[in-house]
């Protein structure tokens, strides 16, 4: 089993490398968590994002929490949570505190420019076994899409969204009378 | 101070869908509402949150609160903006765990992991449209996608090894 340690540690790591946003954590949390340790499965990982997104508040701390508390209930959501806090507040105070132009520094643009298609190569990488794992197949393969069209194109909010799936999915289990 | 708590205990209540939705709320509150920063500021913080590591909601946060009380306000800030998620997604995290089994219950979530897939390709949509401005970030995209699925190499070094090459080479 896992201890708060080496919690903590893993989520210190993946705070520290989490940028760009908390879909930025999603390959940094599958490898250390899913892969590496096997703490979690890659389908419970992925209800965790779920839940984490139907949930106010940031992402990453939800998905932290979520995560966190799989583990080791409410001490390992609190080292988690500490460990994805820890690596922005120091950052961003040394920054306040000394360097306040910091974003318009030569190497940091720099570093930047190669970045961010690095985040976007991560996310987009582990999305196909994550649809096989889903459940992905061409007779479904529209929701994600307009899914996909609606938030990331139209600018539609994801609220709404999921709660007309949640909706949808209580009434189709209605209907089916498998409660 | 405690005004300044309770404004961010509500920017984590009611933003919904991360890191942009919260800096919109953050904006209304912190610049429109409450004057604790000049927008110019405030544009300034947007871009050191998302070139900084960590969640952008939480730098943003320790920001405001750095600039307004120094440390403690950064402590205040960060810890007011989790809060709501601390209660709200523990519950959330509860009530999966209790009704999991429920044939119910995983039909939401199975719809619902489709939806993230959704989410997900959206939110690559929204990073995506600023990292590819030349030839050379497609050509760090290609490198980054070829490395992680040849040799299932750790995300955090080829995320390191991104920054170094863009030093020195961009």
Redesign the interface.
């Known amino acids: 089993m896992c201890s708060l340690i080496s919690i903590f540690t893993t989520f210190l790591k993946i705070g520290a490398f989490t940028i760009g946003g908390a879909y930025a954590m999603i390959p940094l949390i599958r490898r250390e968590v899913c892969q590496r340790r096997g703490w979690m499965d890659d389908l419970e990982f992925m209800d965790g994002i779920a839940a984490a997104q139907s949930c106010p508040g940031p992402i990453a701390i939800n998905l932290s929490i979520y995560v966190g508390y799989h583990l080791r209930k409410g001490k390992g959501m609190a080292v988690a949570v500490l460990g994805t806090v820890i690596p922005s507040l120091i950052s961003i105070i040394v920054i306040a505190a000394l360097f306040t132009r910091y974003a318009e520094a030569e190497p940091v643009r720099r570093a930047f420019r190669a970045l961010k298609p690095a985040v976007v190569a991560l996310i987009a990488l582990p999305m196909i076994e994550m649809g096989r794992k889903a459940g992905l197949k061409l007779s479904n393969c529209w929701f994600p899409a307009a899914v996909l069209l609606l938030v990331g194109l139209a600018d539609v909010s994801p609220v709404y969204i999921i709660l007309l799936t949640i909706a949808f999915s209580v009434w189709t289990s209605l209907r089916k009378r498998s409660l | 101070m405690l005004e300044l708590f309770i404004t961010f205990v509500k920017i984590?209540?009611?933003?919904?869908?991360?890191?942009?939705?919260?800096l919109a709320m953050i904006q209304q509150e912190v610049v429109s509402h409450h004057n604790w920063l000049t927008q110019g500021e405030f544009t300034?913080i947007v871009?050191?949150?998302?070139?900084?590591?960590?969640?952008?909601?939480?730098?943003a946060a320790?920001?405001i609160g750095?600039?307004t009380y120094g440390?403690p306000g950064?402590?205040i800030c960060?810890f007011g903006?989790?809060l709501?998620?601390?209660v709200?997604?523990?519950v959330?995290?509860?009530t999966?765990?209790k009704l999991?089994k429920?044939?119910?219950f995983q039909?939401?979530?199975?719809?619902?992991?489709?939806?993230?897939?959704?989410?997900?390709?959206?939110?690559?949509?929204?990073?995506?449209k600023?990292?590819?401005?030349d030839l050379?970030?497609?050509g760090?995209?290609?490198i980054?996608?070829l490395v992680?699925?040849r040799w299932k190499t750790?995300?955090?070094y080829?995320?390191m090894g991104?920054?170094?090459?863009?030093?020195v080479l961009?």
């Open positions: 984590g209540l009611f933003s919904f869908g991360g890191g942009y939705a919260i300034d871009a050191i949150s998302q070139m900084t590591p960590g969640p952008i909601a939480i730098n320790t920001f750095y600039k440390i950064s402590l960060t903006v989790i709501p998620s601390l709200l997604m523990l959330l995290t509860l999966y765990l999991r429920r044939p119910w039909n939401i979530f199975k719809n619902l992991r489709l939806l993230s897939l959704g989410l997900i390709g959206a939110a690559l949509i929204l990073i995506g600023g990292a590819f401005p050379w970030s497609v760090v995209f290609a980054c996608l992680s699925w750790n995300p955090v080829v995320l991104a920054a170094v090459l863009g030093m961009g």
